[in-house]
């Protein structure tokens, strides 16, 4: 007898389980509840695909008011969110929340829905489409379910996805900030800052206006800027060597952002490349 190599020896086994593993046909299940039933077999043994197909089905077969419904779009967004079908994750679990409000899944969809379309937008610098879908979706949750304990985290996570809305604007007005473009990259600058006050890129954001405002000689709007970024900034070093010579006004509230010098600005003629 020929010795089996230990690659086909260590195979065996995961053959074995395969050829052992019935076939899922969703014509073997004659009722909704025997359909769910193997369906969430399937989903329970990481066989996505077959949970896939058969809580698709449910979805379309399953009458409006059956308990089972809001179930099988779960499971359904779920074995797509494992299979890396993040858009497809994302719109069952919309249809759950939308169409079930009052369902005990409905606050855990819309945060689901939210990240599924939190990781298609997968670089500040592109089309923020994705983005500012997840954020509606994380508004609806606040909106919908104020009480719901998921929100605290849901606020962790819409601080995170506002600072990549504020690195969008910064790296557009970086594009034109290495240009000398100063009049269009205050505009971006400035939107970072205004729109997203709190997250760690306005302060560099606030850091590069003050830059620019120095460049075309807006002293005064430096110097507001200034008074802003060491009452708020105490101790930092980068913010001190870049206000170092600008006469600082009286401060305004930290938040606040000073006004553009009307007519000052003009819009860039041209957008930074994605």
Not at 161 to 172: C, G, I, P, R, V
Request: aromatic share 10%; with cysteine; net charge neutral.
């Amino acid at each position: 007898m020929h010795r089996i190599s230990w690659r086909l020896a260590a195979a065996l086994p995961i053959l074995a389980v395969v050829a052992c593993r019935p076939d899922f046909k969703l014509k073997d299940h004659t009722t909704n509840e025997a359909l769910y039933a193997a369906s969430f077999t399937e989903y329970q043994h990481n066989r996505w695909d077959n949970a896939i197909s058969g809580f698709e089905k449910l979805t379309t077969d399953l009458p409006a008011r059956d308990t089972l419904l809001p179930r099988s779009y779960w499971y359904l967004a779920t074995a797509h969110e494992r299979t890396g079908e993040h858009l497809l994750a994302a719109q069952s679990f919309g249809r759950l929340f939308e169409s079930f409000q009052d369902d005990s899944l409905a606050d855990d969809a819309a945060l689901e829905a939210a990240r599924s379309y939190r990781k298609l937008w997968r670089k500040p610098q592109l089309d923020p489409v994705n983005g500012e879908t997840a954020m509606a979706s994380y508004n609806t949750l606040i909106g919908l379910y104020p009480t719901s304990p998921l929100i605290p985290q849901a606020q962790k996570e819409i601080a995170d996805l506002e600072d990549w809305f504020a690195q969008k604007d910064y790296d557009a007005g970086m594009y034109y900030f290495r240009r000398k473009a100063w009049d269009s990259g205050i505009l971006y600058f400035k939107d970072a800052l205004t729109k997203f006050a709190t997250t760690p890129t306005a302060r560099r954001a606030a850091l590069r206006l003050v830059e620019s405002y120095k460049s075309i000689k807006y002293r005064e709007d430096a110097a507001e800027l200034c008074a802003q970024l060491t009452q708020r900034y105490a101790d930092d070093r980068e913010v001190r060597n870049i206000c170092a010579g600008v006469s600082v006004m009286t401060a305004a509230k930290p938040d606040s952002v000073p006004a553009a010098k009307k007519d000052s600005v003009t819009p860039p003629k041209t957008k930074p490349p994605l």
